[in-house]
């Protein structure tokens, strides 16, 4: 123990140089920055991707919900009232058996890769325009 001890004391204690503190954090300061511009960049071409991929899934929606006559359950229902409300199990389960799950799935789902990767976007432009 009295040998550690020893080398500890026959250190000469070091200054470190006035201008390193500040040099270390312009450093972390620009990695920070390099790799929030590289997020921004992934992000935002994920969010108009994603965009073009929502506009393209409710086009898709659309025409499965006008092939499998979605629509034309949906126009009884509006114009008649009185025999929709007769037979509501009956148009109801046919409805939902017209519902075409899948499409509105995939448009789920593009919806919300748009919603998340725009708030990444959202979040890097703020991060690199109003620097904490």
Known sequence: MDKISHLFKSLESRELPKDLKPAIFLAIQKEKRKWILIDLVVSGTASVVSLIAVVLAS???????????????????????????????????????ALPVFSLTILLATFLALVWFAGRATRDTRNILLPA
């Open 59 to 97: 086009i898709y929606t659309f025409s499965a919900f006008a092939q499998a006559g979605f629509f034309e359950y949906v126009s009884l229902l509006l114009s008649e009232r009185t025999a929709a409300l007769s037979y509501w199990k009956e148009i109801g389960l046919t409805i939902a058996e």
